[in-house]
């Protein structure tokens, strides 16, 4: 099983896809999330609100497609790499774990000589280990798990991910791509392939990423979903 092309081939897309997407959408939320969290910026409550209107009023997914197509993404990493890149939910989680970082420590910081990036960078970021962490695992979870859009954006076969391989294998059946085509000429040896076997193969080698990187992080986990509950 994974010696077929195919399946090594979507391995390697999902690797590719979760990493760039997980380090992609960490970024971005934390520093949009920071911006967010400072009193003083300017439309701070019109922005959020706009966030929310987000989680609530979803575009859909034919506006998305055309936007898609538009930007000349149909066919490309990026139209499911950039999907949610700053997710609503996990941003405003953030947001609440940045109001807890003592304004005394910014203020040093300021008196040091350092700039908004640098507080960000050297001083937010290093103390929002947990939050970070459970927000990565959130990202990594979604994308590694992400069948549907690839399967609708990625029409190029040698671009799909583990779990649209999967799909083709275990729910449509396909025997040709499963076994490959000489097995599938010879009915002898096709029919002594243990399509069952094979499908739970499939299933376990797309499970055993998630059980390998969850125990890296559970520490943070508790910690960092609890924090943007509590305040003070």
Known sequence: MITNPAVQRG???????????????????ALMAWALSRPGLPGRRTILVLVLVTIVFDPGMIPDYFLNKRLGLIDSYWSVILFKVVNAWYLIILIRFFEEVPSEVLEAAELDGANAFQIFWHIALPVSKSALATIALFYFVFHWNDFFRPMIYLNDQSKWPLQVVLRQ????????????????????????????????????????????VYPLILKFFTKGTMSGALKG
Do not use: C, H, W
């Open 169 to 212: 294998f275990v729910v449509e059946g396909d025997k040709i791509a499963m076994v490959g085509l000489e097995n599938s000429v010879n009915y002898t040896g096709a029919s002594q392939i243990n399509i069952r076997a094979l499908s739970a193969g499939m299933i376990l080698l797309t499970i055993v990423p998630i059980l390998a």
């Open 11 to 29: 391995i390697a897309n999902s690797i590719f896809i979760t990493l760039t997407s997980t380090v992609l959408g960490v970024f971005f939320t």
